[in-house]
Antibody, heavy 123, light 113 residues
């Protein structure tokens, strides 16, 4: 049974960066495609992008194109999401999630989610 | 970007009754090459990540009770919860995967009347 386990909560200053990890366990393939979704308090989810380590490809929502980087470490079955130049608007729960399908346009939808990582941006 | 608009924002339904949630996309999410609608429904309870209920607009995921059903095509979709149970209290979201970025509706909160 594949599980996605994310790193712990973070508190960051405006202008800084945050890096959240997502480790796949329970027999997961080292090439597990992963997407990232964030959810601000009381808001709907927001799709950020994804990575397919099998093909070494990433895709980002245009909104995050400049300040988001998603990488994967196949040796540890871990995917990382780094968001730079943080503002208070980036305060949210960040989720990694597994798509059952992934093509050139990115992850389709998600059938397995991590537990979420709360990122708080405050001076 | 494809905008997903859900209605209503919230609804209260008596136990055992039917809840109907609508989702409208700003452009069609029907892929005419395979005749599939690129739309899913999620259920989210407080403090939990979303849970996938229905994919391809009407295909119920394994383990999801059959009181949950999805319908619609093109730009207009519906999630129906028949025989509402107490454990169905949650926020429900639609999401399209036809365009990039993938986009979600704003959510519909279902409560017990």
């Amino acid at each position: 049974q594949v599980q996605l386990v994310q790193s712990g909560a973070e508190v960051k200053k405006p202008g800084s960066s945050v890096r959240v990890s997502c480790k796949a366990s329970g027999g997961a393939s080292a090439s597990l495609a992963i997407g990232w979704v964030r959810q601000a308090p009381g808001q709907g989810p927001e799709w950020m992008g994804g990575i397919n380590p099998m093909f070494g490809t990433t895709i980002y929502a245009q909104k995050f194109q400049v300040r988001l980087t998603i990488t994967a470490d196949k040796s540890t079955n871990t995917v990382f999401m780094e968001l730079r130049s943080l503002t208070s608007d980036d305060s949210a729960v960040y989720y990694c999630a597994k798509p059952p399908y992934y093509d050139r346009s990115g992850p389709f939808y998600f059938d397995l989610w991590g537990q979420g990582t709360l990122v708080t941006v405050s001076s | 970007d494809i905008t997903m608009t859900q209605s209503p924002d919230s609804l209260a339904v008596s136990l055992g009754e039917r809840a109907t949630i609508n989702c409208k996309s700003s452009q069609s999410v029907l892929n005419t090459s395979n005749n599939k609608n690129y739309l899913v429904w999620y259920q989210q309870k407080p403090g939990q990540p979303p849970k996938l209920l229905i994919s391809w607009a009407s295909t119920r995921e394994s383990g999801v009770p059959d009181r949950f059903s999805g319908s619609g095509s093109g730009t207009d979709f519906t999630l129906t919860i028949s025989n509402l149970q107490a454990e169905d209290v949650a926020v429900y979201y639609c999401q399209q995967y036809y365009g990039v970025p993938r986009t979600f509706g704003q959510g519909t909160k279902v409560e017990i009347k």
